[in-house]
């Protein structure tokens, strides 16, 4: 859907934009999706996004720079035992760690693709991580429109590396994650 | 039939809690182990809630034994062997012990989980242990030891039983040894 409406920005440098401009987070309009394989079925669910603070250079992609922060506590799953699992003290312990944060180290833009390299925290364990997508325009909107745009990152982290490892007999160790973000330029 | 114990025999209610209470820890000794091993996934989660169920049923009548016995003591054991009847004062003892003990650490090590304990499906347990993964590693590790000492000691405890040819286990049946 995203794709056929959209036309990645970041490969669209224009000169009128020279250094980073600074958008803000709709909250509302955002959400971190995951999921992770459970014996034959998956789990799946949102994680609200709680704060981001995104500059973006669209003449030198290297230059813009995101962090955003996650509602952990707030997470949801497709049953209600997977989210109390979840945040439970072996796998996240949102008890002790509520929020997950990302914040870019590089930033690379090429053809029709980004890709983000950054760190992420979780359960307080900071670890490398190198996120995919792209900006997108919402529908209708003009093109060189950029005052509200859409963040797609996506990518994946072993939690084990982050001690999130409880019940790893039952739950897969790799987990996905999708990051759908709105942006709205400050004025 | 009477319902209380007297002196020389069980009565109906020790006997029915008595073979209730061994079916349900013998089945849920092996459809626990059962659960710990399997592949979970979405379409088989139910069988630990339906294992917490039997579980905390077991630790009712374990109550309502330990009850109706103050009320109606059960009879002295059938004159044995001194160190057969030693024995089998320690394993009704030890039996006691874990029957209180199994179900515990099952429900301590489950609310270390951070995951709701709900049994029958609509009841959720208050948790008696906080959400910690030590509590949980523990909890589970004693649960996994003291249902294989059960298991022996139910092994014992059948053994003794059925070996004993002096109407023991006819006045648990029937209630009287003759
Ligand atoms: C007399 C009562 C009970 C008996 C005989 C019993 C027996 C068992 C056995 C044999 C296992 C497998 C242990 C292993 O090999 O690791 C097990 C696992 C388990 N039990 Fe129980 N249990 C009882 C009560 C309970 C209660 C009351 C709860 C919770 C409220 C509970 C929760 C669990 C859970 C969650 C597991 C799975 C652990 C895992 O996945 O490794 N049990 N039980
Ligand atoms: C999980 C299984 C079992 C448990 C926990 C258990 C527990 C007990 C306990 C605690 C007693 C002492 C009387 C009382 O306090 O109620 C007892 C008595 C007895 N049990 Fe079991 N039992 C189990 C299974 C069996 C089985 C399978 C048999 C038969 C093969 C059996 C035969 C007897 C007999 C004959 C007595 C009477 C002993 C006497 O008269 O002193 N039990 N059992």
Redesign the pocket.
Known sequence: MLRAIALLLLALATPLAAAPVDYRLDTDGSRVQYRVAFGTDEIFGVMPVEDAAVALDFAMASNSSVSVTMNAAGATANFPFAAQALKGPSVLDTGTHPDITFSTTAFRASGNDAEVDGLITIRGVTRPITLRGGLFRERGQEPGDRSELLVRLTGAVQRSDFGADGFSDMVGDRVEIEVLARILRDE | MSAANDTDGFGWV?RT??WA??LG??GALGFGTYIARMEVNLSNLWMFAAHKTVGITLLALLVL?VVW?LVSR??E??PAAPWKSAV?RWA?RA??LL?LAVPLSGWVASSATGIDTVVFGRWTLPAIAPASEAWEEAGFAVHSVLTKLLALL?LL??AG??TRRDG??R??IAGRAA
């Open positions: 020790s809690i008595h209470m061994a820890v013998i034994r016995h059960p009879p054991p059938l089998a009704h039996f006691y029957l139910i405890h059948i039983a059925v023991t286990l006045r648990m």
